[in-house]
């Protein structure tokens, strides 16, 4: 399991980094987006800049998932990012959509071999445990003296 951990990481990473670094560079001709809403969408993020954003997210988290140091700060910078490309995919270009899947899948099958570093985010929150204040030997005495 931990070689199919491994290749999923690194799979998932060179794909962040080289299609992020895409957005920047535009070694890879892409094709224009369909008539419609996903037109408008792509129009949208480009003229805004925050095509920008996304794709300096996707280096970023790419990066951290190729080092294996830092992989679950890269899912969780990735999270969003795969999250809206699944939702494109299926509600404005569904062309896209296997590659789509492939990702997300490959990012739950980490999400779910790095459980131990997300457990915080859905295990129930503790009661707050009331410290008593540590007192001195003369606050002892007058606490003493009051009693």
């Known amino acids: 399991m931990k070689i199919a951990t491994i290749i999923a990481r690194s799979l998932l ?68 990012v795969i999250v809206n490309i699944l939702a494109f995919h299926v509600l404005m270009a569904p062309a896209g959509l296997g590659i789509a899947i492939v990702v997300t899948a490959l990012a739950l099958f980490l999400v779910w071999r790095y459980r131990e570093n997300f457990a915080g985010l859905v295990r129930p929150p503790q009661p707050a445990r009331r410290e008593q204040p540590i007192l001195d030997a003369r606050s002892q005495s007058v606490a003493a003296a009051n009693s």
Do not use: C, K, Y
């Open 13 to 80: 990473g060179v794909i962040f980094v080289v299609f992020g670094a895409n957005m920047f560079l535009h070694f890879i001709p892409m094709p224009p987006p369909p008539e419609g809403p996903a037109r408008d969408f792509m129009t949208a993020l480009f003229v805004s800049h925050h095509l920008d954003v996304i794709g300096a997210l996707q280096v970023a988290g790419g990066l951290l998932l190729l080092t294996g140091r830092w992989a679950p700060l890269g899912l969780t910078l990735l999270g969003p």
